[in-house]
């Protein structure tokens, strides 16, 4: 055999794999993953139902694609749009309005890959391993950096307890209106996009800087 055949195989099966995930990308992009057979992955992607099976075992086997997908656009969105460059001097509640605006953002841009993680880190948290888990960390952390820079505002007695109500509310609110907008509480809402995100932001604002 020769010692190229193995590294050529290997680029192979990686090709195909990149071909894959842009498929399934592309097919959440029209429907949910529910919806989604692998004959639509194989046509979308060029390839061979065959071929899908040999490199996923069955469907399921995509659902952590979904979060690899999904840490991509966060990570590469967190390094350019969504940077945020906190201002002390502006405040509070300004910081809150930049960082509420620059979340929506994301959901509006990738709230359908959003809503596959969300909806599958429940439905299968076996398959996701710690990947969920470890975002709400580090949304946690974040919250914590927010509260320690801003500690002459902030009248929460307990800064832990604060940055887990702030992750909370920054997680659910957004996302009850952008993934579910006719489901729940969410269908009562008329605001537009722009009032109800300030909405958000103060109602953290009015959370944090009440004291208990």
């Known amino acids: 055999m020769s010692q190229g055949t193995k590294p050529a195989r290997q680029e192979r099966s990686r090709q195909t794999r990149d071909r894959l995930v842009a498929a399934l990308d592309a097919c959440l992009r029209e429907k949910p993953f529910a919806d989604i057979t692998i004959a639509e992955l194989a046509e979308t992607a060029g390839l061979s139902v065959g071929a899908v099976y040999r490199r996923f075992e069955n469907k399921d ?4 694609v979904i979060f690899e997908l999904y840490r991509a656009r966060l990570d590469a969105f967190m390094a350019g749009d969504g940077r945020v460059e906190v201002d002390p001097a502006a405040g509070l509640r300004q910081a809150l309005h930049t960082a509420c605006a620059v979340g929506w953002q994301f959901l509006v841009r990738h709230g ?4 596959a993680a969300h909806l ?14 470890e975002l709400l960390d580090q949304a946690r952390q974040s919250a914590h950096q927010l509260i320690a ?19 909370y509310l920054m997680n659910t609110l957004p996302i009850e209106r952008a993934l579910y907008p006719e489901e729940g509480a969410a269908v009562v809402l008329t605001l537009s996009d722009e009032r109800f995100v300030a909405a958000i932001a103060d109602t953290l604002y009015g959370y944090l800087v009440t004291a208990d």
């Open 149 to 167: 820079l801003f500690r002459d505002e902030v009248k929460r007695r307990d800064p832990d307890e604060a940055a887990q109500m702030f992750t």
């Open 120 to 133: 599958h880190a429940r439905l299968r948290p076996d398959l996701i391993g710690d990947d969920w888990e």
């Open 61 to 64: 086997a995509f659902i952590p």
């Open 112 to 115: 359908y890959l959003v809503r």
